[in-house]
């Protein structure tokens, strides 16, 4: 919705800017997503820690639900490339067409989050968001190794940890940045690891009686605590909408995942609450059921249908981009339905038939 409803710096006024006034923080999608990875792949390790196939149906598993499609992504890109040269150049804005180099091959390893890509023309529309992608996997290489040979009782320690120094490394890498937009601060795994942390420690809570039956106990505090948090999301809203800006980017992406972690906790455990009946919207689970696929086709659909419907637009600014929008967001979203039942449903139940 923000890449399709909001633009940053038009100047615009009335409904327009209301609307993308109101999506100033769609980019906060990302901290929900690794929240939500850090509860949902943490949980999954620490329930078969101890499994003799712990590692093999892990990566397995992995590799069909990501791989297949996002490779196939890729390859696409390559031969439009390499086949549709000239039909490129003639509908683009620019007449440059991508360069197939190492910016775009090195999405094959997720390698895309260590360095700034220099794409050019529809490249930049095609593969811009795989970025927290490469941190996905990336953190794939490390939570294994920590829930399977960390002392369990340690593992709360670590993640701790984990959530303190990502805003100092935010800090140190931004100050190295020479005073500008600091990219990688925003990119880097280790940058934003506190999100990933913090939806892994909502999963050792989770996964242990004890501590949940705590917290479950004291409701009335978790959405006090919901409350504030959401207070201080509205201040971000209001006066700090930059992802890149100096607050956000040392402690407001660390307050941004403790919010989204304790809507998590309110959804999932307080299951008869206003917050967990909102979650739980059939649209919003729809959405979820198709997101991978959505997440990675939707701005190069977005680029086509500007293109073919409103060739001197970009971006909505008006009555007739927004229906652009809304075109794109349809045509995204029936790709997506004949993606998951054909290719990557298909492809989930084959990889589920290893077992832990």
């Not at 939500?36 to 949980?43: M, V, Y």
């Not at 490469?134 to 009782?153: D, G, H, N, S």
């Not at 996964?207 to 948090?229: M, N, P």
Request: glycine share 8%.
């Amino acid at each position: 919705m923000l890449h399709y409803f909001s633009y940053p710096d038009t100047g615009l006024t009335g409904p327009v800017h209301a609307i993308q006034r109101s999506l100033a923080l769609g980019w906060t999608g990302v901290d929900l997503f690794f929240v939500l990875s850090g509860f949902l792949i943490g949980g999954i390790l620490m329930d078969h820690r101890n499994s003799p196939a712990y590692f093999k149906t892990f990566y397995l598993r992995r590799f069909f639900r990501i791989i297949p499609i996002y490779y196939l992504w890729i390859c696409l890109f390559i031969a439009l490339d390499l086949a549709g040269s000239s039909y490129l150049r003639s509908h683009m804005h620019s007449t440059q067409l991508p360069h197939l180099d190492l910016d775009i091959y090195r999405h094959f390893l997720f390698l895309q989050n260590l360095w700034e890509a220099k794409y050019s023309s529809i490249a930049y529309w095609w593969f811009s968001p795989a970025w927290s992608l490469a941190v996905e996997e990336q953190f794939y290489l490390v939570a294994p190794l920590l829930v399977r040979y960390l002392p369990r009782r340690w593992l709360p320690g670590a993640l701790g940890a984990t959530i303190v120094v990502a805003p100092v490394l935010r800090g140190i890498v931004r100050s190295h940045s020479g005073g500008g937009i600091s990219l990688m601060a925003y990119k880097l795994t280790p940058c934003r690891a506190d999100a990933l942390a913090m939806g892994m420690l909502v999963a050792y809570a989770w996964h242990r009686d004890a501590i949940r039956e705590r917290i479950l106990g004291k409701s009335g505090q978790l959405y006090v605590a919901f409350v504030l948090l959401f207070a201080a999301i509205e201040v971000i809203w209001w006066r700090y909408t930059d992802p890149f800006g100096a607050a956000m980017q040392t402690v407001g992406y660390s307050v941004i995942a403790l919010f989204y972690a304790v809507l998590l906790m309110i959804a999932i455990g307080l299951r008869s609450g206003p917050v967990a009946k909102f979650t739980r919207w059939r649209m919003f689970r729809e959405f979820g059921r198709i997101s991978y696929c959505l997440y990675l086709i939707h701005l190069a659909v977005l680029y086509v249908c500007f293109r073919i419907l409103a060739p001197g637009m970009r971006h909505f600014s008006d009555w007739r981009s927004g229906l652009v929008g809304v075109v794109s967001l349809v045509v995204a979203y029936g790709i997506c339905q004949v993606s998951w039942r054909y290719f990557e449903h298909p492809l989930l139940q084959r990889g589920h038939r290893y077992t832990y």
